[in-house]
């Protein structure tokens, strides 16, 4: 028996080896493997390289299974994954840089949660591509936006608990110098969207106005545990009425002047 035991360390030795080998040196295919069934296809890590803690791919958007739309992140997405404890909790911080779009690294950590997990996403600033959200089909494929997206947080947070979800802290997008495909009106404007969580936990004010520009959009709403519900109306500026009539009757359901739009 005693000298089966040096056998037998050596195989324990050998096995805990092969394990934090396949841990720590796991390929980056796994993790593109990983967020593209979370996604349901529509995001896809292609051309994945280095490991699931640290590494680089092309960044796809996808209308999901058997879509044609697809577009990709200009110079692709660099990650470094690191697990921590946050308040004795395991969590897993997370750095992404895109070097089109990210002037400073995004820092974000992710720790699970009784039937549920959190999504914690630090101060940044970005700004991508519009045209990227016409991958993600429709309606984005058929509206084929062009210009910016410039993101800005102080910080939030985001929950899901039991299927249901709420955040903290604010988020605001610009979209610039915005074009369609759909008019000949380049660009039709600028306009900031502003997401701010409300005082009970549950739910969202959301807030649309036009920054500059002839489609003129406006529009207000709540984010309720995970349901949004929007009323707002785009009119054209005086002088523009008959090159922005056809947009206008897609974008929502016309009433006079005006297109109103409700979701719900």
Known sequence: MAT???HRMAWIGLVLGFVLALLFFAPARWL???IEKASSGQL???NASGTVWRGQADLMFSGGAGSRTQTVLPRGLHWQLAPRLDAGMPALGIRLHAPCCTPKPVHLQARPRWGGGELKIAASSSQWPADLL????TPW???RMEGQLALETEGMTLRWTQGRANMEGAVAIDALDIASRLSTLRPLGSYRLELQALEDGHSASLDLQTLRGDLQLQGSGQWVGGRLRF???ARAAPGREVTLTNLLNIIGR???SRSLVNIG
């Open 32 to 34: 593109a493997q990983g």
């Open 44 to 46: 896809r890590l292609i």
């Open 254 to 256: 016309r009433d006079g």
């Open 141 to 143: 494929n058929t509206l």
């Open 134 to 137: 016409s991958g993600l089909g």
């Open 4 to 6: 089966d035991w040096p």
């Open 231 to 233: 009323e707002g109306e």
